[in-house]
DNA sequence: CATCAGGCGAGAC
DNA sequence: GTCTCGCCTGAT
């Protein structure tokens, strides 16, 4: 087990952000001290990691050398969001409320392929919606797994199970009119006419022209999956939310040029405090 | 009931 | 190149 003290890490905050649709919570109970102490479960990497969190404390089920091999990066952990918070213009209040707001935010590097489906389904679709059809997906096309207390878990289906899915079975899975999206990005990377680890070599505007050959990827995924995927933290994904921050906050522009090289990490607490901000 | 969700593709111009 | 429209489906 590895123990992470951070002030900058909220699991349920990361959880919610809608950046990991197969992060879950699995159990919530407050302690005699009346805190609050989460149980999450995460498949990733051929792996099942348990992430316990109770304040600012985080506990992960793996090895010290697991943890420097997979997790530290996963979580971003090397980089320090304080300082990223600490560089907002001051008298950029909306930005500042909403870093504080989102403070344990933090940009996964999450896997490719994953990121690719993931978001493809996104479009159009509820976060509560998104995870279902995912989840679907896992258990209908992924690979059985074993989490060390022998329950089964299923991984993310390969590009070669869901290329020969048919189409009625995605529509089966809730896909809606993405299925065909999915079917025939799957069928693209099995062929060849992307090449996944390519793209995981490419700089941010070359990823980006390139994830948009595949069916259903368009400007919005793609800049998703860069971000999400590949860390370009420069990717800036304007959706339905962030584009009507843009329209009230900031008819002027948004200052790019200011944030140049990690506007996206800004961009997901803008976005996390306009789901959220109105529920606390 | 209508509208909208972390948009995209196709067709019109 | 830019604009408009239709699209699965569940939540509100």
């Not at 799957?186 to 006419?193: H, K, N, W, Y």
Request: aromatic content about 12%; charged content about 25%; glycine content about 8%.
């Amino acid at each position: 087990m590895v123990e992470i003290e951070n002030a900058f890490f909220s699991v349920q905050q990361i959880c919610d952000s809608g950046q990991c649709f197969r992060l879950e919570l699995l159990e919530e109970r407050e302690e005699a001290d009346g805190k609050i102490h989460r149980r999450y479960g995460l498949p990733a990497f051929g792996k099942y990691l348990e992430i316990r969190q109770c304040g600012q404390t985080v506990s992960l089920s793996c090895s010290l050398e697991e943890f420097d091999a997979v997790w530290k990066g996963y979580f971003d952990l090397e980089e320090d969001y304080g300082k990223l918070i600490a560089s907002i213009d001051p008298e950029d209040t909306y930005l500042c409320r909403a870093a504080a707001f989102g403070s344990g935010i933090r940009i996964l590097r999450q896997e490719l392929w994953e990121m690719i489906i993931s978001f493809i389904i996104s479009q159009q679709n509820h976060i509560g919606r998104i995870r279902k059809c995912i989840r679907l997906l896992c258990e209908r096309y992924g690979v059985q797994c074993q989490k060390e207390n022998g329950e089964i878990y299923y991984a993310f289906p390969s590009p070669e199970s869901l290329a020969e899915a048919g189409d009625e079975d995605l529509y089966a899975c809730n896909l809606g009119y993405r299925s065909r999206y999915v079917r025939e990005t799957a069928a693209s990377i099995c062929r060849g006419e992307v090449d996944l680890a390519a793209v995981s070599a490419m700089d941010y505007e070359d990823a980006l022209q390139e994830l948009q050959k595949l069916r259903g990827v368009g400007i919005k995924v793609a800049n998703c999956i860069c971000l999400f995927a590949l860390h370009s933290t420069e990717a800036f994904p304007v959706d339905t939310h962030i584009n009507k921050v843009l329209r009230e906050q900031y008819p002027e522009g948004f200052p790019f040029e200011r944030y140049a090289g990690y506007a996206g990490s800004l961009q997901q607490y803008i976005f996390y405090y306009d789901l959220m901000g109105g529920r606390v």
